[in-house]
C-alpha cells in the first residue's frame, strides 16, 4: 500500500487527473462504471479498492468519489463467475446472474442514498483509507440482510432470466473436475479427493446391491450392478486422465506424492466395482440353478459382508478426509475378514462333507468369501495410502 501511495502522489498534482476526479464527483454514474471497468479487467475487486485507498491516501480522491467507484467493483467482481459459468450446467449460470443481481440491487440501494452515506461513513472514525474498507463491509452486510428475505423472487427471476429446467445429473460425469482446474493444480488435487472418494462411495454402493441381490435372489437388482459398474469403470478412466495431465502441471512435491498414490487408489476401486460385479454374476448363476443355501450359510456370508462393508466405507471417508485413526480400524478390519474368511472357509467344507450343503452351492459360497476377502484387501491398501501421509 505504501509503495501504491508514493507511486500515486504526482496524480493528484496532474491538471487532468483532477478534472477527472471533479467530473466522477459531478456524474456519480460515472464513478460505477469506472469501478466496474476496472475489476472486469483485474478480475479481483480487492485490487481495485486498494488501488482506491491509496488514490484516497495521498488526497487525490475524496470519499464521495471512492464509494461510487467502489460500487462499481462489487459489479464488476461478478465478471468473474461469469465467465466461470459459460459452458456450465443452468443452475451454475444461475448462480452466477444471483451474484450479478444482488451486488446490482445493492448498488443501486446505495447510490440512491449516496449522499446520507458519505456523511455517516466518517462517524465511524478512522482515515479515508479505513473508511473505504467499512464503506465496502457495510455495503455488503446491509445487502445480504435487505435481500435475504427476498431470496425466492431472486431465485424466480433468475430461472426467468434462464429458462428450462436442469438435466438431472447422472453418475456418468465427473462432478468436482473440470479441465480449467488444471491452471490451480492446488486446487485441483483437492478435488481429485473429492472425485476419488465419490467414485468409493459408488462402489461401495454397488457392493451393497450386489449382495442384496445375492440375498434376495433379484435379478432387477443384479442388472443395476453391471449398468454401475459401467459408471466406475467410467469414473477410473476419466479420474486417470485427469490426474496424468495434473502430474504434468507444477505441483508441490507433497500434492505430487498425493497423486501418484491416488492412482493406486483409484485402481483399487475400480477393483472393488469389479467384485461386486462378480458377487452379481454369482447371485445371477444362484437364480439360474435354483441353489439352496443353509440358514448357517447365509448368516455367515452377512456377517463376513458387514465387515467388509464396514472396512470399504471407512477407507473412502478416512481418504476424504485424511483421517487416520479410522484408516488404521480399517487395517483391523481387514485382519478380522482374513480371520473370517479362513474361519468359513473350513466351516463351509466341513457342512459339504456332513451333506449339509451341495457342491455347486458350497462352490459358490466359496467363491462368495474369496470376493469379500479381496475388497477387504484392497480397502485395507486404500487406508495404507492415507496412514502414509501421517507423519
Known amino acids: 500500500m505504501k509503495m501504491m501511495e508514493h507511486s500515486m502522489k504526482p496524480l493528484a498534482q496532474m491538471d487532468g487527473f483532477r478534472n477527472l476526479i471533479i467530473t466522477l464527483g459531478t456524474h456519480p454514474i460515472l464513478g460505477v462504471l469506472v469501478g466496474l471497468g476496472m475489476t472486469a479487467v483485474v478480475q479481483s475487486s480487492s485490487a481495485t479498492i486498494g488501488i482506491l485507498q491509496a488514490l484516497a491516501g495521498v488526497n487525490a480522491m475524496p470519499l464521495n468519489v471512492a464509494l461510487p467507484i467502489l ?12 465467465l466461470a459459468s459459460i459452458g456450465a450446467s443452468k443452475n451454475a449460470r444461475r448462480a452466477s446472474f444471483i451474484h450479478l443481481s444482488f451486488n446490482l440491487i445493492g448498488t443501486l440501494i446505495f447510490m440512491a442514498i449516496l449522499p446520507v452515506v458519505v456523511k455517516l461513513i466518517p462517524l465511524l472514525g478512522g482515515d479515508i483509507k479505513r473508511q473505504i474498507a467499512n ?9 445480504v440482510i435487505i435481500q435475504a428475505p427476498f431470496i425466492p423472487l431472486l431465485v424466480k427471476w433468475v430461472k426467468w432470466l434462464v429458462p428450462g429446467e436442469e438435466k438431472e445429473a447422472t453418475a456418468m460425469t465427473l462432478e468436482h473436475l473440470d479441465s480449467r482446474l488444471l491452471e490451480t493444480p492446488s486446487i485441483a488435487v483437492g478435488q481429485v479427493i ?3 472418494s465419490r467414485m468409493g462411495k459408488i462402489a461401495s454402493e454397488n457392493l451393497t446391491t450386489s449382495m442384496e441381490a445375492f440375498f434376495n435372489e433379484d435379478t432387477k437388482l443384479i442388472n443395476k450392478v453391471f449398468e454401475v459398474e459401467q459408471v466406475v469403470n467410467f469414473l477410473e478412466r476419466e479420474i486417470t486422465a485427469f490426474m496424468v495431465a ?9 500434492d505430487s506424492e498425493i497423486i501418484t498414490s491416488l492412482f493406486h487408489v483409484v485402481n483399487d476401486i ?12 454369482l447371485a ?9 443355501f443353509s440358514d448357517d450359510a447365509i448368516k ?14 471407512s477407507s473412502i471417508e478416512a481418504l476424504n478426509n485424511f483421517d487416520f485413526t479410522l484408516a488404521q480400524k480399517v487395517l483391523e478390519a481387514e485382519g478380522k475378514i482374513d480371520m473370517m474368511e479362513k474361519q468359513l472357509r473350513n466351516e463351509h467344507i466341513d457342512r459339504l462333507n456332513k451333506g449339509i450343503c451341495s457342491t455347486s452351492s458350497g462352490t459358490i459360497f466359496l467363491d462368495l468369501i474369496s470376493n469379500i476377502e479381496r475388497i477387504g484387501d484392497h480397502s485395507n491398501n486404500i487406508a495404507q495410502m492415507v496412514l502414509d501421509f501421517k507423519e
Not at 464503506?135 to 445487502?143: A, P, Q
Not at 504434468?248 to 507433497?254: A, F, G, I, P, R
Open 135 to 143: 464503506s465496502h463491509t457495510i455495503f455488503n452486510f446491509t445487502n
Open 71 to 82: 460500487f462499481g467493483d462489487n459489479i464488476g467482481t461478478c465478471v468473474t463467475a461469469m
Open 284 to 292: 445371477q448363476y444362484r437364480i439360474d440353478n435354483k441353489l439352496i
Open 194 to 196: 473429492k472425485e476419488v
Open 246 to 254: 495434473l502430474s504434468n502441471t507444477s505441483l508441490s512435491e507433497h
Open 270 to 281: 475400480e477393483r472393488i466395482g469389479d467384485h461386486a460385479d462378480n458377487i452379481a454374476e
Open 300 to 313: 455367515e456370508l452377512k456377517e463376513i459382508y458387514s465387515v467388509a462393508k464396514y472396512a470399504v466405507d
